[in-house]
């Protein structure tokens, strides 16, 4: 791949991110706005995809918390 190449692909590749937000900025958009929209997006996310696990391990715990009293009032 030659320098001209190289540049041009280089170019190619960055040009859509401040086309965008220049775009954005000419709908209303601030880039302080876009970006506690992605923030908010990504915390969706990452709710929806941890929210499972955690509902397993707190159900796993109460689980086991619940053997652990019965077999101390058998004892007891």
Do not use: C, N
């Amino acid at each position: 791949m030659s320098l001209r190449q190289s540049t041009e692909t280089l170019a190619h590749t960055t040009v859509p991110i401040p086309v965008g937000i220049s775009g954005l900025t000419w709908l209303g958009i601030t880039m302080k706005d876009w970006v506690l929209m992605s923030t908010l997006i990504l915390l969706v996310f990452q709710l929806v995809v941890i929210s499972p696990k955690a509902y397993q391990v707190i159900r796993s715990g109460i689980k086991h918390t619940k053997l652990f009293l019965k077999e101390t009032i058998k004892r007891g």
